[in-house]
Every structure is written in structure tokens, then in C-alpha cells.
């Protein structure tokens, strides 16, 4: 069982076994990747080119895929995937990014949701494609993952929204397809509190069942600008990674934090709960006997 952070800084937390570096998160800012760390990209979330190309933005019959529009769950604006300009730059960007660190990491490399994109593009291109809608998307998809995997040379993490069931349906994403770029899945489980476990444990059932790659499970620790009153207890995080570990199969957690700072705090906190890992003992089962050692080994890194 593996520990990643992945941060927003170019920082690398102890006791972890990689670290993720957010070289360009969904504002579309452009950071310097590091050699040692690999680098996590989002793909189509960009809103800096959606303010310089405002046509590019996902269309839907609910309105554009930005911040604003109370009808989608965005705090940033997300392009068109078949917009060729932007699909060939990023190609060539990611490949660049490869280059100059140990790897990548991907997310928002799928449609914005339901329903995206009707723009008059997409529309031609699924009219002449003779394909069912969804099918459509899917191939939309599923062919830029294989122009993808052609310019990484390295390691290809493919993240993943918590929905095992209806993936499809609502980003184009089939995890048989993406089996066959992927080196590794991420599962992306951010929440501002997991105080209900078992509904994160329900979905790591889900994405075993499914997934014919390792997967690692992802859990948000501390994000740029937030306060403590508003991001999970390290008591909810320790529980929560327990109830996932219990499911079997996961190959590793990562930890999402802002930089070095927030994540050895919450390591702190966690190696201070002698109680509750106790408790997390008696869960049973090896896997969750396996992390709690891996939290003890973080003992010595914040004494």
C-alpha cells in the first residue's frame, strides 16, 4: 500500500512514497514541473483560456461549463473537448510536462457532464459519426486517451469522479477503455468532511468491482485558502481511509494539500490519535491493519 500527497506547491511532504505536484490545476495557471515529483494537469478545466476564448467553453441546453452557472457544480470553466486548437496544444504541452518529471497525472480529461457539448461542432461531428450520443462522447474520449498515451512516455494516471455507476453517461469516461492507457487509476474523493464513512467505503466497492488497473483513492486535506473550520478533522480523514483500506485492493491513498505546511499538520494530528487508531484496529482485515502501520511510521517524522 502506497501514500502520495499531491499539493499545489512544489513541496514534498515527508513519509509519503510519491508526490504529485498540481503543475496546472483548473484555473488554467502554468507552473514549472519538477523533476522529482510527478505532475497532475487538468486537461479541458481551464479558465484562464476560457476567458481569452470564451467560445471554446462547453456549451449545454443548461448554458456554458463555467463558474457562475448555478445548474453545474464548477468553481472554474471547462473547454470543449473537441476543440481541435486547444486539443493539439495540449498534447504538446503534456508531453513537454512528461519530459521534465517523473510522469503524469490527469484529470478533467472528459466532457463537463450531462449533456455537453451541443456547441455547432460537436453537433456536426456526432451527426456525421452515425453513432448513439453517448457512444459518441465515448469515442470523443476514449481517442484523445490514446493521443495521450502516445505522447507519455511515462507513467499515465487517469483520475476518475466518484461515480462507479453512470461515468458514461455523464463525462464520456468507460473505465474498460480507459484500462487500456492507464497505467493507474486515481479515484478523486474530495469532500470538505467525510463524517459519513461509509458512503466513501460504498464507492471504493464500486470502483473495485469495476477497475481492471490499480486504483489509488483520493482524499482532500487542505486547499489553498481554506480555513480549518472548513476542511475535514484528521479524525474523519484516519477514519474514513480505514473504512476504504477494509474494501481490499486499493493500492495506495493520496492526500491532497496545499503545500507542506497543512500536510504535516494533519500528520500530526493523525499520529496524535492514539484512541481512535486503536479503535481502527479492531476494524479487522489486513489491509487496514497495513495503513494504520503505514500512520504509525509517520510517528517519528513529527516528534
Given at each position: ?22 503543475v496546472k ?16 494537469i ?26 457562475g ?44 457532464d ?15 459519426s ?27 494516471v ?15 469516461v ?34 473495485k ?6 486504483f489509488?483513492v483520493n ?24 473504512r ?26 493523525t499520529?496524535a ?21 503505514r ?7 513529527v516528534k
Open positions: 500500500m502506497k501514500f502520495g500527497s499531491l499539493t499545489f506547491q512544489p513541496h514534498k511532504p515527508q513519509g509519503f512514497d510519491f508526490h504529485v505536484f498540481r490545476p483548473e484555473t488554467g495557471l502554468r507552473l514549472t514541473p519538477q523533476p522529482d515529483m510527478h505532475s497532475n487538468a486537461v479541458f478545466a481551464d479558465t484562464a483560456t476560457g476567458q481569452i476564448h470564451p467560445d471554446w467553453i462547453s456549451q449545454s441546453p443548461l448554458g456554458q461549463a463555467k463558474f452557472n448555478n445548474n453545474f457544480n464548477l468553481y472554474w470553466s471547462v473547454l470543449c473537448p473537441t476543440q481541435p486548437d486547444y486539443r493539439e496544444e495540449q498534447l504538446k504541452y503534456i508531453a513537454e510536462v512528461d519530459r521534465q518529471s517523473q510522469g503524469i497525472w490527469l484529470n478533467s480529461h472528459y466532457f463537463a450531462h449533456s455537453h457539448c451541443t456547441c455547432p461542432r460537436c453537433q456536426e461531428l456526432f451527426q456525421k452515425g453513432l448513439s450520443w453517448i457512444e459518441w462522447r465515448r469515442k470523443v474520449v476514449t481517442d484523445y486517451m490514446a493521443q495521450i498515451r502516445d505522447v507519455v512516455k511515462k507513467d499515465l487517469l483520475s476518475l469522479q466518484p461515480d462507479p455507476v453512470s461515468s458514461l453517461e455523464r463525462y464520456g468507460d473505465f474498460d477503455d480507459f484500462a487500456e492507457y492507464a497505467d493507474t487509476f486515481n479515484a478523486v474523493m474530495f469532500s470538505k468532511n467525510y463524517a459519513t464513512p461509509w458512503y466513501w467505503e460504498m464507492l471504493t466497492r464500486g470502483f468491482k469495476l477497475l481492471k488497473k490499480p489509488y482524499f482532500y486535506v487542505y486547499g489553498p485558502g481554506d480555513a480549518p473550520q472548513d476542511v475535514p478533522t484528521s479524525a474523519e480523514l484516519l477514519t474514513v481511509t480505514a476504504c483500506a477494509r474494501v481490499g485492493g486499493v493500492d495506495g491513498f493520496v492526500y491532497l494539500a496545499d503545500g507542506e505546511k497543512e500536510m504535516a499538520a494533519f500528520q500530526k494530528a499520529v490519535n492514539v484512541a481512535l487508531r486503536d479503535k481502527l484496529r479492531t476494524f479487522g482485515g489486513q489491509p487496514v491493519q497495513e495503513f494504520l502501520d500512520v504509525a511510521d509517520w510517528e517519528k517524522l
